[in-house]
């Protein structure tokens, strides 16, 4: 009988799980939009429903284990959700041991980007790398890293919050409540700011010039379309990243940077200016990290919590996770 994980991507506007075989590959899948308002009790029961579909149609499948990425912060060491902004009810939740009551299979815990990273590690476009750091550039900025062969986890498995490393002092608010953060400058609603202010300040632009919304497709849609501004904008957010990516390059020495999330979809519009600015600016035994794009795209999490599941049974294995 195959053996499969069951692997739970948890989000603000989707819950999505999956049937994942020990190669990484998905079997099965679902998804539906998450009652985000509805509190804990019932999103629970959509991760269940979900779980519970997929393994009705697969019923010749072992399962070794459930693991769950959520948003965080999350405690991981005590399996609790300490204040998860976008999930009603969500503050000082035991998300762990609830989960753990409503299936029969071990579960894991694993915050999103840390998940993520471990799926591109595993499976995706680090495999083979001792180290690497996975970078989520969509409505945040998150992380997770892989140094000499192991997930850095850090008090409470909290590590690589790389969205809120400071980049300018006393700047833009960011959404944690600090000033300056990378994530206030580098996401995709601080690019798509920037483009609202600057369009209004421009007469000879195409953004928003059909009374659409100005985000960060219709800004890129913009530059293709050779709109001098939207380029210029999409220029500054690859420099933006750059200089973020540079510092994480400084800090873990890694073999790669990973980059996924929403704006990874423009990847190779970004990745010169991004390269570019880790050329001229990385000290001279950096300067030779390459930005690679995520292999599992929107699925990373979903593979990387279904590692989770398997390795947690495998006792040489589960301290190099």
């Known amino acids: 009988m195959q053996q499969v994980a ?65 948003p965080g912060p999350l405690d991981t060491v005590a399996g609790v959700a300490t204040d998860i902004p976008t999930l009603s009810g969500f503050v000082d939740f035991p998300l762990k041991a609830e989960l753990q009551k409503r299936f029969p299979f071990p579960v894991d815990l694993e915050n999103d980007a840390i998940a993520a990273a471990i799926g591109e590690w595993q499976f995706g476009v680090g495999k083979g790398v001792d180290n690497l750091v996975y970078v989520t550039v969509s409505t945040g ?16 498995g909290m590590a690589a919050h790389v969205g809120h490393m400071s980049v300018v002092p006393n700047g833009e608010l960011c959404p944690c409540g600090n000033r300056g953060c990378f994530e206030a400058y580098g996401s995709g609603p601080a690019f798509a700011r920037r483009a609202r202010i600057r369009a209004m300040e421009s007469s000879g632009t195409t953004i928003g010039s059909d009374g659409g919304a100005i985000d960060s497709r219709s800004i890129f849609a913009a530059a293709r379309n050779g709109d001098r501004l939207a ?12 200089r973020g990516f540079t510092s994480l390059i400084h800090i873990f020495s890694p073999d790669i940077i990973v980059m996924g999330g929403g704006l990874s979809h423009e990847f190779d519009r970004l990745q010169p200016g991004i390269q570019g600015y880790i050329t001229q600016w990385a000290m001279p035994a950096f300067k030779d990290v390459r930005v690679m794009l995520a292999a599992l795209d929107q699925n990373s999490g979903l593979v990387g919590a279904a590692a989770l599941a398997f390795l947690t049974g495998k006792v040489p294995s589960i301290d190099q996770l």
Not at 35 to 48: E, F, K, M, S, Y
Not at 231 to 242: F, K, P, R, S, T
């Open 6 to 70: 069951i692997g739970i991507d948890l989000g603000g506007t989707q819950v999505r799980a999956a049937l994942v075989d020990e190669q990484g590959r998905i079997l099965a899948r679902a998804a539906e939009p998450t009652d985000a308002l509805a509190g804990p009790d019932r999103v629970l029961a959509q991760i269940c429903g979900l779980a519970d579909g997929l393994l009705a149609a697969s019923n010749s499948a072992s399962v070794v284990g459930v693991g769950v990425s959520a």
């Open 141 to 156: 900025i998150g992380g997770g890293v892989v140094a000499d062969g192991r997930v850095v986890r850090g008090r409470k």
């Open 231 to 242: 380029n210029q904008l999409v220029d500054e957010e690859a420099e933006i990243l750059g």
